[in-house]
């Protein structure tokens, strides 16, 4: 089935690490997104891509940093200058406008990571 | 200045009974698009209706209405008929970009609703 996989579902860090979170699609969407989400709040853009190799800072980028090397895939790197980065964090997907499934943005089951 | 402002932290609303979820945008694009989703206590994140911003007619999804109004930029939920299961935190989503651009999308803060036996 297409969807979002993302993964650990949950990750402990100490603090002073970087972690990584991977986020793999195969719906051949061309954006994607990586947005955290603390307890009781919105979500906050933290970065978006819309194509390989190219991408831009969302509403909360400082500590984070992404790649996208491939289409299928834009993993998240929390470093150790994020200051506060135990939360829920939610990657997305969309397809460009106009297309099938265009107007819907698909999100993973979302990864939880705790600072120790 | 927010993109999408939600001014109701919480709402209760009686079973079998209409609901609205309020939600106010902020952008200088043409063309953009407003969309809602539902939040379970799970995590997941569910689609629920979506708008262009030219689209006449206001978008409708089973019991799922969005009350478009471009002028006073507003793209207010409505849930007929609440049901139990409705009980989760809904957020508004603005997409802007569609020209060419980067599609950026960006969310409200969310309104927790609770439906009353």
Not at chain 1, 24 to 44: I, V
Request: glycine share 10%.
């Amino acid at each position: 089935d297409g969807g979002i996989t993302q993964s650990p579902k949950y990750l402990f860090r100490k603090e002073g690490q970087n972690v990584t979170l991977s986020c793999e699609q195969n719906l051949n969407h061309d954006a994607m997104y990586w947005y955290r989400q603390d307890p009781g709040q919105g979500l906050r853009l933290i970065y978006y891509s819309q194509i390989v190799n190219d991408f831009q800072k969302g509403d909360i980028a400082e500590g984070y940093s992404v790649s996208r090397e491939k289409k299928e895939s834009f993993p998240l790197t929390v470093t150790s200058a994020q200051k506060n980065p135990t939360a829920f964090y939610l990657c997305a997907s969309s397809a460009q406008p106009g297309q099938s499934s265009g107007n819907t943005i698909y999100f993973g089951e979302g990864s939880w990571l705790t600072v120790v | 200045a927010q993109k999408i402002t939600q001014t109701q932290p919480g709402m209760f609303v009686q079973e079998k009974e209409a609901v609205t979820l309020d939600c106010t945008y902020d952008t200088s694009d043409q063309s953009y698009g407003l969309f809602w989703y539902k939040q379970p206590s799970s995590g997941e994140m569910i689609f629920l209706i979506y708008q262009g911003s030219y689209d006449e007619q206001n978008a409708t999804e089973g019991r799922y209405s969005l009350n478009f109004q471009k002028a006073r930029k507003s793209a207010n939920l409505v849930i007929s008929a609440s049901q139990l299961g409705d009980s989760a935190m809904y957020f508004c989503a603005m997409r802007e970009g569609l020209r060419g651009g980067y599609q950026k999308v960006t969310f409200g803060i969310g309104t927790k609703l609770q439906v009353i036996p």
